[in-house]
């Protein structure tokens, strides 16, 4: 079904008057009140509790650990939130000294084979000390260790405290492990310093300008360094992002432009190496890789390491030496190796990221080989794309291929569609919803191709910036059992389709601008490094108010370039999976899904040469309306007419 082209440029010397388009504005574009005037109902339709999404998770972690039967188990929930995070990423979250305490009381450590299993806390007649443990609203576990005050005094908590007793060999093996952990913290703060210092002041400058790009183009982070947070998330900002602009004297990298070095802080100083460590390693999406854990050199090392490995894994030969120490010119020989060594291990096999939503951990995974279960996934998506369009491919492969050689269909209608490409995104995103048994899938992309190319021909950089999100689309199709996750009702479900669509209509906009000239133009409008490998999501319903509202819990993302003109657009499109409940989607899904938004990709690029040889394309479809249509079905959408 084809919406009306309101998106479509108005014909020269007519189009609707100012006034009607102010009135069309002010209209809402959900679909189940479309013609109504906007921020007309009394109340919101649907109304979440306070501590919905991580709030509630930390609540019910802790409600979790008070209830364990020994402080081992309290200490293994808190590190999981419940079982919703790898328990080594809040163990590198610890600050030295609590890392210290649990190393003793608890027997954990994030260094592999030094774990320990000692006696249990307080063992040994009556506590020397009383410490306490506890959890931040950061999600972070604290400890109360010998010569502090009470956690409640100095963090905020999520439920209080548990009380944990200290023997007197509990003091005398925390002693001899602070010693040990403090002096290593030292060395490598030491080691920071020198390093910046050889930089100079002309190099720390540089590097400073690079580490705020590199938070201005990423996506959110809380990084740590002992007891100082860096973060350009929700809490207090301390870097530049969304509320700190480069420049902003609160901003920890910009407050150290032109500072002599004497004068940083060691947390400053180290933080600074470590994130231009992991910036040289793979650019600046590896920070993420380091989100909600301590930045120290260790973790680096680890980070690099585990890096270094699968890559090793995934080439034969030629395999790359570990780093000779944890010093900072052993990891920056390192890092620059493995930031090489990435663009080989990307054209043989699959590399994707792993998500932790709670924490918004990213890991990267080099991904094992095409198997059974995505083999099966592309027979289906097969089977049904040849069923709806005018391919006869066996694999995804072979139905790009014929799109390739003869993409004349792509700009004419086709079903109930006015192109050819409208009909092929639709089918693979609803073949996909099918294949992949996803509550809701979709991929989105530009409207009008056309405008796209002349912008590109007259090098108009400054026009496409300045581009809405309404000259991009996204086509959402749930399932239709999906509706149980929102009262039963359609109309829910229609309108939970358009935020998404309107939020991935953003994103579009977002990485569009990445691709383009650093023009000031572009490098002055908001946009982020466009997301070049698939990734899979664990519990992202947690802190995007988005995700809570819709229940997005589990995911698969998978972007694509699209050739325009000969130059390759990043993330210029992506096909997305996602589920409410149930099962977390798995590697296999993400093979699976990567080689379908390649197919779609490759059939945007076939009509982007199309339009460049003087066709047109026009994208009216999946707007509020087609929607409504297509989800709550036409006597609804009648029903709903003003």
């Known amino acids: 079904m084809s919406a009306p082209a309101e ?75 419940g079982g919703h995070v790898p328990a080594d990423i809040q163990l590198r979250a610890l600050r030295t000294a609590d890392g210290a305490a649990l190393k003793v009381l608890c027997g954990l450590s994030w260094r592999p084979g030094e774990e320990y299993a000692g006696p249990a806390a307080g063992t040994g007649g009556e506590p020397a000390f009383l410490g306490e443990l506890g959890l931040t609203t950061s999600g972070r576990i604290v400890v109360r260790v010998p010569s502090q005050g009470p956690l409640a005094s100095r963090e905020q908590l999520v439920g209080g405290s548990l009380r944990v007793p200290w023997s007197g060999q509990d003091l005398l093996d925390y002693r001899s492990e602070l ?123 680890l980070l690099l390491e585990r890096t270094r490995r699968n890559y090793n894994s995934a080439l034969d030969g030629h395999a790359l030496a570990p780093a000779a120490s944890a010093r900072v010119e052993d990891l920056e020989a390192l890092a620059g190796a493995l930031r090489e060594k990435r663009q080989q291990v990307a054209k ?47 694999t995804l492969d072979d139905l790009g291929a014929e799109v390739e050689a003869s993409p004349g269909w792509l700009t004419q209608p086709h079903g109930s569609f006015g192109t050819g490409l409208e009909s092929l995104v639709y089918e693979a995103v609803s073949a996909s919803a099918q294949a992949f048994r996803a509550d809701f899938a979709m991929s989105r992309g530009i409207r009008s191709l ?24 996204c086509c959402v199709v749930p399932l239709p059992e999906a509706r149980t996750y929102f009262a039963g009702s359609t109309a829910q479900l229609a309108d939970t389709a ?21 023009v000031p133009e572009v490098t ?63 590697e296999q899904d993400v093979l699976a899904a990567h080689r379908t938004s390649a197919f779609v990709a490759r059939a945007t690029s076939s009509a982007a040469r199309l339009v460049a040889e003087g066709e047109g394309i026009e994208v009216t479809s999946f707007d509020s309306a087609w929607h409504w249509a297509t989800i709550a079905g036409a006597e609804a959408a009648e029903a709903a007419a003003p």
């Not at 013609?35 to 501590?51: H, L, S």
């Not at 390093?195 to 720390?204: I, M």
């Not at 994103?507 to 691709?515: D, M, P, R, V």
């Open 179 to 301: 010693e040990r952990a403090t002096a290593r913290l030292a060395e490598a703060a030491a080691d920071c310093r020198a390093w910046l210092a050889s930089a100079g002041p002309a190099g720390r400058s540089e590097l400073l300008e690079q580490l705020k790009e590199a938070a201005l183009r990423t996506a959110p982070f809380v990084l740590y360094q002992e007891d100082k947070q860096y973060t350009n998330f929700r809490d207090r900002n301390t870097v530049t992002g969304k509320t700190l602009w480069p420049g902003h004297p609160d901003c920890s990298l910009s407050s150290l432009q032109g500072l002599p070095l004497p004068l940083w802080s060691d947390n400053d100083a180290v933080m600074v190496v470590c994130l231009t460590l992991l910036v040289r390693s793979a650019g600046f999406g590896r920070i993420e890789e380091a989100n909600g854990t301590q930045l120290s050199l260790d973790h680096i090392a």
């Open 524 to 586: 002055a409008r908001d946009h982020f490094v466009p997301p070049t490998i698939p990734d899979i999501a664990f519990y992202s319903d947690q802190h995007h108010h988005g995700h809570v509202a819709n229940r997005v819990r589990f995911s698969i993302r998978s972007p694509q370039a699209v050739d325009v003109l000969d130059r390759a657009f990043n993330g210029f499109m992506d096909l997305r999976l996602l589920r409410c409940e149930g099962p977390p989607f798995d």
């Open 7 to 81: 998106h479509s440029p108005a014909p020269a010397g007519g189009g609707p008057s100012r006034r009607a388009l102010l009135a069309t504005k002010r209209q809402s574009r959900r679909p189940s009140r479309l013609g109504v005037p906007a921020g007309a109902t009394p109340k919101p339709d649907r109304v979440f509790e306070e501590d919905a999404g991580f709030a509630g998770l930390l609540k019910r972690a802790w409600q979790q650990a008070v209830q364990a039967p020994d402080l081992r188990t309290a200490v293994d929930t808190l590190l999981t939130l």
């Open 498 to 518: 358009w935020a998404m669509s309107s939020r991935m209509q953003y994103n579009s906009w977002h990485f569009i601008a990445g691709n383009l000239p650093k």
């Open 348 to 394: 043989s096999v699959q590399l994707y990221r792993e998500i932790h939503g709670a924490l918004m951990h990213k890991i990267e995974r080099v991904a094992a080989p095409y198997g059974e279960g995505a083999r099966l996934r592309e027979e289906a998506l097969c089977a049904r794309l040849r069923e709806q369009l005018p391919l006869s491919g066996a």
């Open 450 to 473: 056309p405008r796209l190319i002349q912008a590109l021909r007259a090098q108009d950089w400054a026009e496409i910036t300045q581009w809405g999100i309404t000259d991009f689309f």
